[in-house]
């Protein structure tokens, strides 16, 4: 099928003066999943934003099936084009198929058929795999991994001849990967064009049929996916090759840094025992809904819970994040733009908002303020033009190197990240990778939960493995594989005792 059905040529993009996209051609053919890779920064958001409608392009032209348009977000729905975007959609306040049908609601006669609609929403969540979730509930109690396939489930319920995907897997278990590739392949089997935008390169080479990879806002390649194997492609992204991905894990110390016993948080975790042991990298992996969030937000005070909590030997209660830092433990939290970064202020009150305290005493020290900034500018490569610029205007990935500032800047005894590495780019997340073992080292512990098993494999010194709210192992050594965590995540492995 070597039909174009979305052509952009010549496609750049100013904000505030600034040029950010440099005279990009790109087409997406008719059933064909075409790859986006690079950098953040790169300008792939800005590309699909453009292709979908969001963005007018400063220059260049946009084709849709042999005739140049000029797309706005109401024409891109009429010819078909449909963004998933990497930031979620949503309205919390409405149930999951109120969200689905939103602009497309189905009627009897003159009033809303909400039991069809109903029906049709469960027949699309199953096919997702996320069958269990009942369409009724209010979007702003699932986790944003679900909200994630809400997301992506309108697609399915459309007749789309283009579908953009930006990160869509950021957040998603393996198992739930599967599902939404299964879909993928549908759609080009049926004939819809896929832009699909990931950092994930493993996926990327094994679902694409074509990849263009774009740095600093300028095309690289655009070459057949059969033709690029993981190593190239991120070199093209890079503009050099990498080392190693992941540093050499570290040794493990006899220290106790943290103690958790009979842990529980509001019926989403049950009896949760574990150890952290100082410089270690503790994994948490599962599906979704297993409870490894829930379980972070409790031990920092975010939520309701019950049991022992032991901190460098000494029993704590922890009422809230506030309690949790001055003890010396920090929470990255898994919902980057509701959680994690405050939109409307500045990349350098984003990053000294944690130790503002020890800033003012009694007057803000404005120039220690800005050289802790700056320092993490230039150590976190984050991409911004000054430390005055709205955060809001950064990349997600940039945003996400801000929080992690933030959070470094508080010197802890303790880290807890929640999908820390979702929507980073390859080079950052090696970078990552390296800055958290080099901590390790220095005594920081960390625990880490991701949905990405290749680095939580290549990473984590030890890996806990959850399954509907309980800790059923943690492995070790030759036993961190994905075999192992995936037949323990998913129940086919049962719970076999206390873990030390």
């Known amino acids: ?54 963005l007018p392009p400063s220059e260049g032209r946009i084709i849709f099936r042999g005739k140049e348009v000029v797309l706005t977000p109401q024409l891109a729905k009429r010819l078909g084009i449909i963004l998933v975007p990497q930031e979620l959609n949503l309205v919390e306040t409405l149930p999951v198929y109120e969200n689905l049908f939103l ?31 009942d369409p009724r509930t209010m979007v702003e109690s699932l986790s944003t991994a679900q909200k994630q396939l809400v997301e992506i489930a309108r697609v399915l319920l459309e007749q789309a001849n283009v579908v953009i995907m930006d990160e869509p ?42 990849i263009t990879v774009l740095r600093d806002g300028h095309l690289v390649t655009t070459s057949s996916a059969d033709g690029l194997n993981e190593a190239e492609i991120a070199r093209l992204m890079v503009g050099r090759p990498l080392d190693a991905f992941f540093p050499p894990k570290g040794e493990r110390s006899n220290e106790v840094v943290l103690e958790v016993r009979n842990f529980s948080v509001e019926n989403r975790v049950k009896e949760v025992t574990f150890r952290l042991f100082r410089g270690e990298v503790l994994g948490f992996a599962g599906l979704v809904g297993s409870g490894r969030t829930e379980l972070a937000e409790g031990l920092v005070g975010l939520r309701r819970a019950r049991g022992e909590v032991f901190f460098r030997g000494k029993r704590v209660e922890i009422r809230s994040p506030e309690m949790a830092k001055k ?71 940039n945003q996400q190197k801000v929080v992690l500032a933030r959070l470094m800047e508080t010197k802890p005894w303790v880290c807890l990240l929640d999908e820390p590495t979702r929507g980073i780019d390859v080079n950052t997340k090696h970078y990552l990778y390296n800055l958290i073992r080099e901590l390790a080292r220095e005594g920081w512990s960390f625990l880490f939960i991701s949905s990405d098993l290749p680095e939580v ?37 049962g719970r076999v005792g206390t873990y030390e």
């Open 103 to 133: 602009g497309q609601e189905m009627r009897r006669q003159v009033f809303l058929d909400r039991r069809r609609m109903i029906e049709r929403s469960r027949e699309v969540l199953e096919i997702l795999g996320i069958g269990e979730l």
């Open 327 to 397: 003890l010396g433990m920090v929470y990255l939290p898994e919902e980057r733009k509701s959680s994690g970064i405050i939109a409307s202020l500045s990349v350098r009150e984003n990053t000294t908002l944690m130790v503002m305290e020890k800033l003012a005493a009694p007057f803000i020290r404005h120039r220690e303020e800005q050289r802790i900034t700056q320092e993490a500018i230039e150590r976190l490569s984050i991409r911004c033009k000054s430390p005055e610029e709205p955060i809001e205007f950064l990349s997600g990935g």
């Open 1 to 54: 099928m070597d039909e174009v059905i979305l052509e952009g040529k010549g496609l750049s993009r100013d904000f505030s003066g600034v040029r950010v996209l440099f005279g990009v051609d790109i087409e997406g053919r008719r059933g064909e999943i075409h790859g986006i890779v690079g950098e953040n920064g790169a300008g792939k958001s800005t590309l699909m934003n453009i292709l979908a409608g969001i």
């Open 457 to 493: 494999i290549g990473l984590c010194d030890r890996v806990a493995v959850m399954h509907e709210g309980e800790l059923v192992t943690i492995l070790e050594g030759a036993d961190i594989n994905e075999e192992e965590i995936i037949f323990h995540a998913t129940g086919i492995k």
């Open 169 to 210: 897997t950021a957040t998603l278990t393996e198992h739930e990967i599967e599902a939404l590739f299964r879909q993928l392949r549908r759609l080009r089997n049926e004939g819809t064009c896929v832009f699909y935008v990931s950092h994930r390169l493993r996926e990327v080479k094994e679902l694409c049929d074509r």
